[in-house]
Antibody
């Protein structure tokens, strides 16, 4: 069965970076985009960006310009999202999702807490 | 970017009620719309895709309709386990993806 398993919770200081992983199984990793979505506590869903695991091509929402990097390691079917220059407003649960149009499978979420 | 306006932001209904949630797109998106249910501490779960196709395993009391700019999620007979937040998602011009603001559904 299709699964996306994300790395565990992180606590970071302002200005630091965080790298979240998303390991895919149960399907051909390079056949579907991986997207990243975040959700602050009590808030809605916010699209961050996309990656094509086959080509490595990526794109992201304008608000994350210069701060987000999406990569992959096809040998282990894993996608990564790195967010730099963290601030308190980046405290949120970060999700990866398999995209084929919309999202049919999601990771379990990774809580990133930014606190001094 | 296409904006999605979802309403209401919250509602309270009784078991057995018929409930309707609406999403309006700022421009036509054909049927490139999905509906998700999210319970606290969990990832969203897809209920409906392509505006009106029921995800496998989802109870038939959930249905979706609409095309173009106006879309509806209907729960025909509300059950206690339907207490959750519901989101629409449009993917017409992917990327980007756009979400509605969410509807918090409470069972009276």
């Amino acid at each position: 069965q299709v699964q996306l398993v994300q790395s565990g919770a992180e606590v970071k200081k302002p200005g630091a970076s965080v790298k979240v992983s998303c390991k895919a199984s149960g399907y051909t990793f390079t056949s579907y985009d991986i997207n990243w979505v975040r959700q602050a506590t009590g808030q809605g869903l916010e699209w961050m960006g996309w990656m094509n695991p086959n080509s490595g091509n990526t794109g992201h929402a304008q608000k994350f310009q210069g701060r987000v990097t999406m990569t992959r390691d096809t040998s282990i079917s894993t996608a990564y999202m790195e967010l730099s220059s963290l601030r308190s407003e980046d405290t949120a649960v970060y999700y990866c999702a398999r995209a084929y149009g919309d999202y049919d499978y999601w990771g379990q979420g990774t809580l990133v807490t930014v606190s001094s | 970017d296409i904006q999605m306006t979802q309403s209401p932001s919250s509602l309270s209904a009784s078991v057995g009620d018929r409930v309707t949630i609406t999403c309006r797109a700022s421009q036509g998106i054909r049927n490139d719309l999905a509906w998700y249910q999210q319970k606290p501490g969990k990832a969203p779960k897809r209920l409906i895709y392509a505006a009106s196709s029921l995800q496998s395993g989802v109870p038939s009391r959930f249905s979706g309709s609409g095309s173009g700019t106006e879309f509806t999620l209907t729960i025909s007979s509300l059950q206690p386990e339907d207490s959750a937040t519901y989101y629409c998602l449009q993917h017409n011009n992917y990327p980007p993806i756009t979400f509605g603001q969410g509807t918090r559904l409470e069972i009276k």
